[in-house]
């Protein structure tokens, strides 16, 4: 298949891009900036936001993949958050008049979208049936509504072209956690090392997590079933409280420390990092009903297990980076 990755070139697309192009299909990735990418991946550069000579990828293509938008790893500035809005609505927009515009369009159409779209709560899961979409609750940060709401545009944004002849699946993707440098299980990892991985604010708030192997083989039935259209949970089916999925990260990492943080002390860290607490501090209690219905079986279900797959391999990645 011809695979097209706009945004391709950060952690979730690196692990998207390269599980593809190891399986022997055309991957092209759209990015802003040329850059030198793994064999079996072709690069085109676009602006984002317009149509131009990167479209002629999308006519004729089999899957379009748009994982493009700001990183959330940022301080929530007013300036930041209107960036990230624009840059996930321009992108997908683009996408959309790109299709439109195709003689022979995708006949999948999958679009990134969060677990952040749902209600901050403990009380249940949010599945895409009886979830609970955030906004407007009591006592929540005007910046996490803003988060909401950058899903809610971002999702329908993928709606807005007429395109009868592609399937659109919006994907509200949970942490996605992999051994690569840099991402949230780097960062996770990073804190229990240190013995900061303690309960943030009591530790009662849920995180909804997926191991990067089952979020591209979540991918694969995206792409293969052509009976699923819509929004549909990318999370294993055990999300767990902070302070739990920390306690199991450090057992992983040989059963470190982990020193509990306030809600003020969680404020300064993410101010030192140049984050922002919503990534700590919200719950995302996220479950997968779709995949789960549609008969998907998860290689790594629970976190334990998930843990210490990860760290195995983040230290087979070590030993091999320092030899």
Same mark, same amino acid.
């Given at each position: 298949?011809?695979?097209v ?55 004729g ?11 959330v790893?940022?301080?929530?500035? *007013? ?46 899961p ?5 979830g609970?979409?955030?906004?407007n *609750? ?61 309960? !943030? ?5 849920? !995180? ?30 055990e ?19 982990g ?12 101010? =030192?990092?140049?984050? #922002? ?13 779709r ?8 290689d790594?279900? #629970? ?5 210490? #797959?990860?760290? =195995? ?11």
């Amino acid at each position: 298949m011809r695979i097209v990755i706009p945004g391709g070139t950060g952690q979730v697309g690196g692990l998207l891009r390269r599980w593809y192009a190891a399986a022997g299909h055309d991957v092209v990735v759209l990015s802003r900036h040329r850059e030198t990418l793994e064999p079996g991946v072709r690069h085109r550069v676009w602006d984002g936001h317009s149509v131009g000579a990167w479209a002629e990828e999308l006519d004729g293509a089999d899957v379009v993949v748009n994982l493009a938008g700001r990183s959330v790893s940022c301080r929530y500035t *007013e300036d930041n958050l209107r960036q990230m809005m624009d840059s996930r609505v321009d992108s997908t927009r683009a996408v959309g008049r790109a299709l439109e515009l195709a003689a022979r369009p995708p006949a999948v159409w999958l679009q990134m979208s969060t677990a952040t779209i749902y209600a901050d709560r403990r009380d249940a899961p949010n599945d895409e049936a009886t979830g609970v979409i955030g906004g407007n *609750e009591p006592g929540v940060p005007s910046y996490w509504e803003y988060s909401v709401r950058i899903a809610r545009n971002w999702e329908a944004a993928q709606q807005e072209a007429t395109l009868p002849r592609t399937r659109r699946v919006a994907m509200r993707a949970a942490m996605v956690m992999s051994p690569d440098r840099g991402g949230v299980f780097d960062y996770l990892s990073w804190l229990a090392r240190l013995g900061l991985g303690g309960p !943030v604010a009591g530790g009662g708030q849920y !995180v909804s997590w997926i191991h990067a192997r089952d979020f591209c083989r979540a991918v694969d039935l995206l792409v293969e079933r052509d009976d699923l259209a819509g929004p549909v949970n990318l999370a294993a089916p055990e999300p767990l409280p902070q302070r739990e999925l920390m306690r199991e990260l450090r057992r992983a990492w040989g059963g470190r420390p982990g020193l509990p943080a306030t809600r003020t002390m969680a404020a300064i860290g993410a101010w =030192v990092l140049r984050t #922002d607490t919503e990534l700590l501090l919200k719950s995302r209690r996220v479950v997968p009903g779709r995949l789960l219905e549609a008969g998907f079986s998860f290689d790594y279900p #629970d976190w334990p297990g998930a843990a210490t #797959d990860l760290v =195995v391999a983040s230290q087979s990645r070590a030993a091999t980076a320092a030899s």
